[in-house]
């Protein structure tokens, strides 16, 4: 068999030999998994027999061409040493020729070596000749020219563009040149060229500017453009036109000491600025090269007018005037940009020294402190007086607006966070850069009242309702707050989900807060109805060893235990409400549940009496049978007090509350429940022996 037959029926493949990896000890390992060790070497030996002998077969097979093999390279040695004599005299030829090819070539490389260098020899000069052509070419025209006269002379007009043209080319050959002796000879030449042709085309452009002429100023400004001085155009503008002009205008009494003519002194600059408006888009074409006197002249000397001569109009000392001066100038700093010729410029003109020195010359963080102690100081001086159950709504520091917001209040402390929130964004008190300022204040106002309704758990209850009743109107009145005064400031801000998120969080809190103080306020009248029912204590000592009918009337602290509530309701009727309704059903179900602990108290007291009176008997009389009477004093006890329940339950619904709704109240029934045979034998007048 072929070793590929045989492998089947081995128990391994011989893919196992053939791997890289092969050891010995894994193939053991795996094959011994399949059969044991004395089948396994019987197995390999077969195997090893199979390979050998296919070995052979394929040697039998293949053994003629073996021996022929060497027989048809008999002679091949001496074929190749006669080859080898031509070979190496062949070799000789080619490295004989190819070293006379390399000197030719070498020959031929310094021959084109010395003609580069020939060649740009030759344009170095002619760049000499041009230059010393150029160069007496302009000091020729310059001569003869009317230039430095400033006069509109038509030819020299025709000319003017031309010669900085030839300047330009003449100041590109020198670049060429430098660091040769000849560019350094010519050099001052050319500089007192371009001062003649400079000084010439500034007073042409001051000439165009004097005779409001446009076609003369658009002229000198390519002029200016071909010779890279656009600079110097705008520095002219801003000195023959921007600065007298100012220096007119813009004066230490041009505005008041409150700023009176601020704004009019920004309408006739924009004026100014409109009537110019031809001579400004003069640089229209070129103000993507940083020539446009709109932002390049008119705005930097304006701004250093205002900043130099008008002090006083960034004075915080006054914080209603400075933020009048704020907001008009920031209204004359849009109107100002809508001025500007392109997107581009008014974007320049913001990201600008002038614009940025500007912005930090408002001391809107004093302005901001200034605010924050109004709108802040008038809460605190309302939230921080100390509340009374006399206390009361009335005007505060913030004016007429507490006093409009105050009607519907019963204290004054919730108009006067709502006065002070509308306050906050009012529209003669919010700026745009302090925005966020004035959201953290606005969060803080918030969070103050919010701490002082957990102070208010502490007074009268009467007060407290009053607290809570005014922060239930607050928390409605807030989401109008929002809407209607701070989301139109804010705008369409990326941060106005996350913005409402937080108000909305913080009227969340309020609302808890709020909730807590009605809590307060019920367990606090809880209380005093809970005090009239420390008499039902009494209840056992009136029926313990008195031999006292059989009660059938209630007792009379019931009569007092729901006073307090009925008082209450009545003199704060206003302040509750729609919700005089739950407050009484919530105060009687903690006079329930007051009452149940009790009343529980008192029956497990009295049956553990009872139990050990009963001992003590039978102590007493070993042996005896229990003498007991047809009712005891507890069942007497339990009576009493289950009339009482149904007295109390009584005026419970003559207060407006069902007991049924009351959770505690079914337990309270069924715990002072009396038993019913033994009271029946008792309610006939006959006395009851005590035991």
Same mark, same amino acid.
Request: proline content about 5%; aromatic content about 6%; hydrophobic content about 45%.
């Given at each position: 068999?072929?070793?590929?037959?045989?492998?089947?029926? %081995?128990?391994?493949?011989?893919?196992?030999?053939?791997?890289?990896?092969? @050891?010995?000890?894994?193939?053991?390992?795996?094959?011994?998994?399949?059969?044991?060790?004395?089948?396994?070497?019987?197995?390999?030996?077969?195997?090893?027999?199979?390979?050998?002998?296919?070995?052979?077969?394929?040697?039998?097979?293949? #053994?003629?061409?073996?021996?022929?093999?060497?027989?048809?390279?008999?002679?091949?040695?001496?074929?190749?040493?006669?080859?080898?004599?031509?070979?190496?005299?062949?070799?000789?030829?080619?490295?004989?020729?190819?070293?006379?090819?390399?000197?030719? *070539?070498?020959?031929?490389?310094?021959?084109?070596?010395?003609?580069?260098?020939?060649?740009?020899?030759?344009?170095?000069?002619?760049?000499?000749?041009?230059?010393?052509?150029?160069?007496?070419?302009?000091?020729?025209?310059?001569?003869?020219?009317?230039?430095?006269?400033?006069?509109?002379?038509?030819?020299?007009?025709?000319?003017?563009?031309?010669?900085?043209?030839?300047?330009?080319?003449?100041?590109?050959?020198?670049?060429?040149? $430098?660091?040769?002796?000849?560019?350094? %000879?010519?050099? +001052? $030449?050319?500089?007192?060229?371009?001062?003649?042709?400079?000084?010439?085309?500034?007073?042409? !452009?001051?000439?165009?500017?004097?005779?409001?002429?446009?076609?003369?100023? =658009?002229?000198?400004?390519?002029?200016?453009?071909?010779?890279?001085?656009?600079?110097?155009?705008?520095?002219?503008?801003?000195?023959?036109?921007?600065?007298?002009?100012?220096?007119?205008? *813009?004066?230490?009494?041009?505005?008041?000491?409150?700023?009176?003519?601020? &704004?009019?002194? %920004?309408?006739?600059?924009?004026?100014?600025?409109?009537?110019?408006?031809?001579?400004?888009?003069?640089?229209?074409?070129?103000? =993507?090269?940083?020539?446009?006197?709109?932002?390049?002249?008119?705005?930097?000397?304006?701004?250093?007018?205002?900043?130099?001569?008008?002090?006083?109009?960034?004075?915080?000392?006054?914080?209603?005037? !400075?933020?009048?001066?704020?907001?008009?100038?920031?209204?004359?700093?849009?109107?100002?940009?809508?001025?500007?010729?392109?997107?581009?410029?008014?974007?320049?003109? $913001?990201?600008?020294?002038?614009?940025?020195?500007?912005?930090?010359?408002?001391?809107?963080?004093? #302005?901001?402190?200034?605010?924050?102690?109004?709108?802040?100081?008038?809460?605190?001086?309302?939230?921080?007086?100390?509340?009374?159950?006399?206390?009361?709504?009335?005007?505060?520091?913030?004016?007429?607006?507490?006093?409009?917001?105050?009607?519907? #209040?019963?204290?004054?402390?919730?108009?006067?966070?709502?006065?002070?929130?509308?306050?906050?964004?009012?529209?003669?008190?919010?700026?745009?850069?302090?925005?966020?300022?004035?959201?953290?204040?606005?969060?803080?106002?918030?969070?103050?009242?919010?701490?002082?309704?957990?102070?208010?758990?502490?007074?009268?209850?009467?007060?407290?309702?009053?607290?809570?009743?005014?922060?239930? /109107?607050?928390?409605?009145?807030?989401?109008?707050?929002?809407?209607?005064?701070?989301?139109?400031?804010?705008?369409?801000?990326?941060?106005? +989900?996350?913005?409402?998120?937080? #108000?909305? &969080?913080?009227?969340?809190?309020?609302?808890?807060?709020? &909730?807590?103080?009605?809590?307060?306020?019920?367990?606090?009248?809880?209380?005093?109805?809970?005090?009239? /029912?420390?008499?039902?204590?009494?209840?056992?000592?009136?029926?313990?060893?008195?031999?006292?009918? !059989?009660?059938?009337?209630?007792?009379? %602290?019931?009569?007092?235990?729901?006073? +307090?509530?009925?008082?209450?309701?009545?003199?704060?009727?206003?302040?509750?409400?729609?919700?005089? @309704?739950?407050?009484?059903?919530?105060?009687?179900?903690?006079?329930?549940?007051?009452?149940?602990?009790?009343?529980?108290? *008192?029956?497990?007291?009295?049956?553990?009496?009872?139990?050990?009176?009963?001992?003590?008997? $039978?102590?007493?009389?070993?042996?005896?049978?229990?003498?007991?009477?047809?009712?005891?004093?507890?069942?007497?006890?339990?009576?009493?007090?289950?009339?009482?329940?149904?007295?109390?339950?009584?005026?419970?619904?003559?207060?407006?509350?069902?007991?049924?709704?009351?959770?505690?109240?079914?337990?309270?029934?069924?715990?002072?429940?009396?038993?019913?045979?033994?009271?029946?034998?008792?309610? +006939?007048?006959?006395? *009851?022996?005590?035991?």
């Amino acid at each position: 068999p072929t070793p590929h037959a045989a492998v089947g029926r %081995y128990g391994f493949s011989e893919d196992n030999f053939l791997a890289p990896s092969f @050891a010995v000890d894994a193939f053991v390992a795996q094959c011994r998994t399949r059969l044991p060790l004395d089948a396994l070497q019987v197995n390999l030996v077969e195997y090893h027999g199979v390979l050998r002998n296919a070995m052979v077969e394929l040697i039998n097979k293949d #053994y003629a061409d073996f021996v022929s093999l060497s027989t048809k390279l008999v002679g091949l040695d001496k074929a190749i040493a006669k080859l080898a004599i031509p070979l190496g005299q062949l070799k000789e030829d080619v490295d004989a020729v190819k070293t006379a090819v390399d000197g030719e *070539i070498a020959q031929v490389e310094g021959k084109l070596l010395q003609h580069v260098k020939t060649r740009e020899n030759k344009a170095l000069l002619q760049r000499f000749l041009s230059i010393a052509t150029s160069l007496e070419k302009l000091e020729r025209h310059l001569k003869s020219s009317s230039l430095q006269s400033g006069e509109a002379d038509t030819d020299d007009a025709s000319k003017l563009v031309g010669l900085a043209s030839e300047l330009n080319q003449l100041q590109f050959a020198v670049n060429q040149c $430098r660091g040769l002796p000849y560019a350094a %000879y010519v050099e +001052p $030449r050319i500089e007192a060229v371009r001062s003649v042709l400079e000084q010439g085309l500034s007073q042409r !452009f001051a000439h165009g500017i004097g005779a409001g002429s446009t076609d003369t100023i =658009s002229q000198c400004l390519r002029t200016f453009a071909v010779i890279d001085k656009l600079d110097d155009a705008v520095a002219l503008f801003r000195q023959l036109v921007v600065e007298p002009m100012l220096a007119e205008r *813009i004066t230490k009494d041009s505005v008041g000491p409150a700023g009176e003519g601020l &704004d009019a002194l %920004y309408a006739g600059l924009l004026g100014w600025m409109r009537e110019n408006k031809a001579l400004i888009a003069c640089s229209a074409p070129f103000a =993507s090269r940083s020539c446009d006197f709109v932002v390049d002249a008119v705005w930097p000397e304006m701004v250093e007018a205002i900043l130099a001569r008008l002090p006083s109009v960034f004075s915080p000392g006054v914080a209603d005037q !400075f933020h009048k001066n704020f907001c008009v100038t920031q209204q004359f700093i849009s109107d100002f940009e809508k001025e500007c010729l392109t997107l581009a410029a008014v974007r320049r003109l $913001r990201a600008s020294p002038s614009s940025i020195a500007l912005r930090k010359r408002w001391s809107l963080p004093v #302005y901001f402190q200034l605010r924050f102690q109004e709108i802040a100081g008038s809460v605190e001086g309302v939230l921080g007086e100390p509340l009374g159950a006399d206390a009361a709504a009335g005007p505060h520091a913030l004016g007429a607006d507490t006093v409009a917001v105050a009607g519907p #209040y019963a204290l004054a402390h919730a108009p006067a966070v709502l006065a002070a929130l509308r306050r906050t964004w009012a529209a003669d008190v919010i700026v745009a850069p302090l925005h966020h300022r004035f959201w953290k204040l606005t969060l803080q106002i918030l969070a103050r009242y919010s701490t002082w309704l957990g102070t208010v758990a502490s007074v009268p209850p009467a007060t407290m309702c009053a607290a809570h009743h005014d922060a239930v /109107l607050l928390i409605a009145a807030l989401p109008s707050v929002f809407d209607e005064a701070i989301r139109p400031v804010l705008g369409d801000v990326s941060t106005l +989900p996350a913005m409402k998120a937080a #108000y909305d &969080d913080a009227i969340r809190g309020l609302a808890a807060a709020a &909730d807590g103080l009605r809590r307060a306020a019920i367990a606090a009248v809880a209380g005093q109805c809970a005090t009239g /029912l420390e008499a039902a204590k009494n209840v056992p000592r009136l029926f313990r060893r008195t031999n006292k009918e !059989f009660p059938t009337a209630p007792s009379q %602290y019931i009569d007092a235990v729901l006073q +307090p509530l009925h008082d209450f309701v009545t003199t704060n009727a206003s302040v509750l409400g729609a919700d005089s @309704a739950p407050f009484k059903a919530a105060v009687v179900t903690g006079v329930a549940e007051k009452y149940a602990a009790i009343v529980s108290e *008192i029956l497990s007291t009295v049956r553990k009496q009872e139990e050990s009176l009963s001992r003590l008997k $039978r102590m007493r009389k070993p042996g005896a049978g229990e003498d007991l009477p047809a009712v005891s004093d507890e069942d007497k006890i339990r009576a009493q007090l289950a009339e009482d329940i149904r007295a109390l339950a009584t005026k419970i619904e003559a207060a407006g509350v069902a007991v049924d709704t009351i959770p505690a109240w079914r337990e309270l029934q069924q715990g002072a429940r009396p038993d019913e045979a033994r009271a029946d034998e008792a309610r +006939p007048s006959d006395d *009851i022996e005590t035991i």
